[in-house]
């Protein structure tokens, strides 16, 4: 924007001054002068024009990151800055050959032109700013977001930690129940029963013949106890059968 102002400026001093020192054939110069003038200003609309179509079609795309974003808008207004800058030496020299005293429309369709030049770049550049502002503003929405769920599975995380903790605490709780009262069964199942050495075995020998062989056993060695069937739950052989030997 500087560069643009301090071009006006130099308009209105030195190419003022440059006009009331021109030569005084000032027709045959201004006819060929205007020619060139608007050529040049039909070739600095074309490159405006083109300048233009490349920006639209260099849309911006939201989902680069904002460092990205930034950096082409700068790089786009610096571009943009610079073809202006050439833009208006151009036109200062042709001034130089052009103008006189007396030729003020033609410096009222220059200030107009870099004005509309000026407008122009100036609506660039704030569709830019607005254009950074949206991805910016779209970016930290979706931060926000992000933030907000990793806070929401942190606390759900907290809780399963916590919930399986007192699982293990309660589970840890109940197998000490368990073991307990499996050591009572075992202790009270031992007091109930008696394991024999040395009985004649045979093969596939029953529940009952197994009970005799206890209490003639039994009451073969201690008769006084005087054993009956009654006094016997079960009786049954411990290991697998083997020939010539007893279980």
Same mark, same amino acid.
């Given at each position: 924007?500087?560069?643009?102002?301090?071009?006006?400026?130099?308009?209105?001093?030195?190419?003022? /001054?440059?006009? +009331?020192?021109?030569?005084?054939? %000032?027709?045959? /110069?201004?006819?060929?002068?205007?020619?060139?003038?608007?050529?040049?200003?039909?070739?600095? !609309?074309?490159?405006?024009?083109?300048?233009?179509?490349?920006?639209?079609?260099? *849309?911006?795309?939201?989902?680069? &990151?904002?460092?990205?974003?930034?950096?082409?808008?700068?790089?786009?207004? !610096?571009?943009?800055?610079?073809?202006? %800058?050439?833009?208006?030496?151009?036109?200062?020299?042709?001034?130089? *050959?052009?103008?006189?005293?007396?030729?003020?429309?033609?410096?009222?369709?220059?200030?107009?032109?870099?004005?509309?030049?000026?407008?122009?770049?100036?609506?660039?550049?704030?569709? *830019? #700013? &607005?254009?950074?502002?949206?991805?910016?503003?779209?970016?930290?929405?979706?931060?926000?977001?992000?933030?907000?769920?990793? *806070? @929401?599975?942190?606390?759900?995380?907290?809780?399963?930690? &916590?919930?399986?903790?007192?699982?293990?605490? +309660?589970?840890?709780?109940?197998?000490?129940?368990?073991? +307990?009262?499996?050591?009572?069964?075992?202790?009270?199942?031992?007091? $109930? $029963?008696?394991?024999?050495?040395?009985?004649?075995?045979?093969?596939? !020998?029953? /529940?009952? !013949?197994?009970?005799?062989?206890?209490?003639?056993?039994?009451?073969?060695?201690?008769?006084? #106890?005087?054993?009956?069937? +009654?006094?016997?739950?079960?009786?049954? @052989?411990?290991?697998?059968?083997?020939?010539?030997?007893? @279980?």
């Amino acid at each position: 924007m500087a560069n643009v102002e301090q071009t006006v400026n130099q308009l209105d001093s030195t190419e003022i /001054a440059e006009i +009331e020192d021109a030569n005084k054939k %000032r027709k045959a /110069a201004s006819v060929s002068s205007v020619s060139e003038a608007d050529t040049s200003v039909v070739v600095g !609309e074309t490159k405006q024009k083109d300048s233009k179509q490349r920006r639209k079609k260099s *849309k911006i795309n939201p989902v680069k &990151e904002v460092k990205d974003t930034s950096e082409q808008s700068d790089t786009e207004v !610096e571009d943009e800055s610079n073809w202006m %800058r050439k833009e208006l030496a151009e036109i200062n020299k042709k001034l130089s *050959k052009m103008l006189t005293k007396n030729d003020s429309g033609l410096k009222i369709m220059m200030r107009e032109l870099i004005k509309k030049m000026k407008d122009e770049l100036l609506k660039s550049v704030m569709h *830019k #700013i &607005e254009t950074l502002e949206g991805t910016i503003f779209e970016k930290q929405q979706v931060n926000d977001k992000l933030a907000n769920d990793v *806070k @929401r599975l942190e606390e759900k995380l907290n809780n399963e930690k &916590e919930e399986k903790q007192q699982l293990k605490m +309660e589970m840890t709780k109940q197998q000490l129940i368990h073991e +307990e009262k499996l050591n009572e069964l075992e202790q009270y199942s031992r007091r $109930n $029963n008696i394991k024999l050495s040395g009985c004649v075995d045979k093969e596939r !020998e029953t /529940a009952e !013949e197994s009970v005799n062989i206890v209490l003639k056993t039994l009451n073969a060695k201690m008769p006084t #106890i005087k054993l009956v069937k +009654e006094d016997i739950d079960i009786a049954h @052989r411990v290991g697998k059968f083997e020939q010539n030997k007893h @279980r």
